[in-house]
Nanobody, 124 residues
């Protein structure tokens, strides 16, 4: 059973930075780990994902150039470095996992293991 635990959320001013962490346990090769976010009154949005095998990364247009996803396989941890934060980045951020033994990016709807979420608030 895959388990994910997020940390690192908080309150930050516009233009600031935060780094989220997701410790993943119980997974085998061929997993993708993703970060999602959900703002009040909005649908959940896939932000970024990474292959635990190859390290290949994918980003939503809304965060491209500002957010960076990375992995440390020795620590079983995936990070989301968020820079140049905007008020519209305010949301609960979740990490999620899916077993996906294919080279192409998995659809965000396929992710089926979820963490509990961490709140990110961007406000002055």
């Amino acid at each position: 059973q895959v388990q994910l635990v997020e940390s690192g959320g908080g309150l930050v001013q516009p233009g600031g930075s935060l780094r989220l962490s997701c410790v993943v346990s119980g997974f085998t090769p061929n997993y993708y780990i993703a970060w999602f976010r959900q703002a009040p009154g909005k649908e959940r949005e896939g932000v970024s994902c990474i292959s635990t095998n190859t390290g290949r990364t994918y980003y939503a247009d809304s965060v491209k150039g500002r957010f960076t996803i990375s992995r440390d396989n020795a620590k079983n941890t995936v990070y989301l470095q968020m820079n140049s934060l905007k008020p519209e980045d305010t949301a609960v951020y979740y990490c999620a996992a899916v077993w996906w033994p294919m080279a192409r990016q998995p659809p965000y709807g396929e992710f089926n293991y979820w963490g509990q979420g961490t709140q990110v608030t961007v406000s002055s």
